[in-house]
């Protein structure tokens, strides 16, 4: 996984590189944020904006993970291409 950006909640978000799965690039992107008893974290599947696991985050933070995303997956789909 690679350093995508740190929110100010401290939530850190990672992507992997590209993924080549059934005739298909994908990208994974993890988000991460510590707290006092571990941390919240949620995984997401690009293109298909598919939540794979979400643990600590209310629904309300992964609609705006999810508008974050839409926003973003074309950066994330270059920078995963690069590594």
Known sequence: MYPY?????E?????SQIIHEAGKEKV????????????????CELPDYKWL?????T?????DFETLLHSN????????TKK
């Open 59 to 63: 629904a309300e933070e992964i609609k």
């Open 11 to 15: 939530t850190e978000i990672v992507h």
């Open 28 to 43: 994974i992107v993890n988000f991460e944020r510590p707290t006092e008893s571990g941390f919240d974290s949620a995984r």
């Open 73 to 80: 997956a074309h950066l994330l789909y270059q920078y995963a």
């Open 53 to 57: 696991s979400v643990d600590g985050y």
């Open 5 to 9: 950006m740190t929110l100010a909640d």
